[in-house]
Structures are given as C-alpha cells and as structure tokens.
C-alpha cells in the first residue's frame, strides 16, 4: 500500500485544527499569537517552496546542484544561528559555516557511502533529506550550546581569570563552560533517544511507514538518523566552539565583546 495523498481541500481542513492552541495563546494573553500566526503562514509558503524545489532536484539529480545546495543550507543556517544567538558575524560566521559544513560532508557521505553503501553517494534522494535532517539538529543544538557558552562565560567571569591566573590554559578554563554547553544543548537528545519506541515514534518513522515501508526497514533508519544527528551536531559544536574562541578572547585571555549592540540593548 503506498502513501494516502492528501487533497488542498483536506489540508485545509486538518489545518483548522491549529484553533485550538489559538484560541488559547490569545484567551491567556500569551503575547505568543502574532508570532505562531506568521510562523505557520511561513511554514506552509515555505514547505509549498521546499516541495517545488525538491521536485526539481530530483528530477536534475546532478552532484554540483545537490553540492551547492547544501552549501545553500549551510549559509541560511549560519544566519539563523546568528540572529537567535545575538552574536556578531565577525566572530561567529566564519566559526558556524565551517563547523555546518565539515560535520555535514564528513557524517553525511560516511552514512550515505558506507552504511547504505549507494554508488552515487550526490544522489538527491537521499543526500539532500540526510543533509536536511543533520544541518537542522545541528542548528538546534549549536543555538543552545553557544548562548550557554558565552553567557555562562560572561556571567561567571571571574572563575574564568582565576582559572587562567592559577596556571590554566585556555582550553583548560573553558572547559567548565565547554561542559555547561554540552549538556544544556544534548540532555533533551539523550533523554529523547532514551525512550524512543517507547513513549513515542520518531517522525522520520512514522514517515517511513506511511510511505509503505515495512517497521523493519523503518526501525533501521531510525536508529541511524539518531546516530548521525547526535554524531553531527558534536561534531559541528566542537569545531564552532574551537573557532569561534580563536576570535572571541584577547591576548591575554579576555573575554571581548562577543553579542550585537542589538542583543546587549535587550
């Protein structure tokens, strides 16, 4: 049985069930309803986009495309980590960029070459969804690691100088941060891969299923998106934080103005 395909009509009324949760952000005065308003428009433009564009890259199927996609990917993403985390562009673009993209070729191609052993590892149905997938738990996961790093640096100043004044490097005094970093960014990860099956099935899944594949096929899938994903997105975190703390301390160890006059101003 293949995949049950939904009309326009259908979808708008499956839409509809985005009432409820507005109707309670607006009777609680959450201030959140403007936001999930033009959030889902977006959403929905975007996805009809996405669906275009997708259409026709698989229809090309040609390595350079597919390549300068992710490169695509790899600078929206970049964009996004800036303005959520207020941080300038002169210390962290260059940082993000390349942590996106050597975590995304290197787990990517091992994944698509090695695991699913495809002789044409640039083939678009698989290479841009596995790009997809690791450059949006990547984002994730680099916001939340790098506002926890520089605001744990900036908020515990002090224990970073003493730590430097007793005879630690660098990386030494950063670790402590380093650490609350990882685990503000991954404890919701690990605590997820920890009960999937159990209390929920993964959407990649669920996917597969709906698509006609059997649980089997679909369970295998699912453990390996975990383990790229996971994989990827310390990968990438490692080398944007390794980077990025290149540019953001002065010679002698200082932590330099690291966020926007945008972002101090909040």
Excluded: C
């Amino acid at each position: 049985m293949g995949t049950i395909d939904i009309s326009y009509f259908h979808l708008l009324i499956g839409l509809l069930l985005l009432i409820i949760p507005i109707y309670y952000l607006w009777k609680y005065k959450t201030g959140l309803l403007n936001a999930t308003l033009i959030g889902t428009a977006r959403m929905i433009v975007q996805l009809f986009l996405v669906g275009a564009y997708l259409r026709y890259l698989f229809l090309w199927d040609k390595p350079w495309i597919n390549f300068l996609w992710v490169i695509v990917m790899v600078f929206v993403a970049s964009e996004t980590a800036l303005t959520r985390t207020g941080l300038k562009r002169s210390i962290l673009l260059v940082p993000f960029s390349i942590g996106f993209l050597f975590s995304a070729v290197v787990i990517g191609l091992y994944f698509i070459g090695i695991v699913l052993q495809l002789d044409n590892v640039f083939n678009a149905q698989y290479f841009v969804p596995i790009f997809g997938i690791l450059m949006g738990n990547m984002l994730s996961s680099n916001v939340i690691a790098l506002n926890t790093f520089y605001s744990g640096l900036k908020r515990e100043e002090q224990m970073y100088r003493y730590l430097l004044g007793n005879g630690a490097t660098r990386q030494e005094a950063q670790a402590p941060f380093i650490k609350q970093a990882i685990v503000k960014a991954f404890s919701p990860l690990i605590a997820n891969i920890a009960v999937m099956g159990l209390v929920a099935l993964p959407g990649t899944m669920i996917g597969q299923i709906l698509g006609g594949s059997s649980p089997n096929i679909a369970i295998k899938y699912q453990m390996m998106i975990m383990v790229i994903t996971f994989t990827a997105s310390m990968l990438s975190l490692m080398i944007t934080i390794r980077l990025a703390a290149r540019k953001s301390f002065d010679s002698y160890g200082k932590l330099l103005p690291v966020h926007t006059m945008k972002n101090k101003i909040k």
